[in-house]
């Protein structure tokens, strides 16, 4: 059974930090491209940031710089440090598994909120 368990969302202050952390079972964590989406309030998902097998990653424009996703392959484990927040940033953040050499999305986490506000 595939399956992808999220945490560390909540309230986060302008300007603070916060941590995501995916955990994967039912799959060979090490073969899949992993990925953080986000969903704002009537708007569209949208990738946020990906790391491949060999560790290369990409983020969105709009994060580059302020996010850093990473990935523990002896933990089953990717991560998505998130620093400088921007009320902007606030959604439902979603980890995603894909397959190596595939364009479709295997597995999602069930989503977590991540709410800037002061």
Known sequence: QV???ESGGGLVQPGGSVRLSCRAS???FSDYVLGWYRQAPG?????VAQITR??????E???KGRFTISRDNAKNT???QMNSL???DTAVYY????????STVAAWGQGTQVTVSS
């Open 3 to 5: 399956q992808l368990v």
């Open 26 to 28: 039912g799959i060979i």
């Open 43 to 47: 708007k569209e998902r949208e990738l």
């Open 54 to 59: 060999g560790d290369y990653t990409y983020y």
């Open 61 to 63: 424009d709009v994060v």
């Open 78 to 80: 990717v991560y998505l």
């Open 86 to 88: 921007k009320p902007e």
């Open 95 to 102: 980890c995603s598994a894909r397959y190596s050499g595939t």
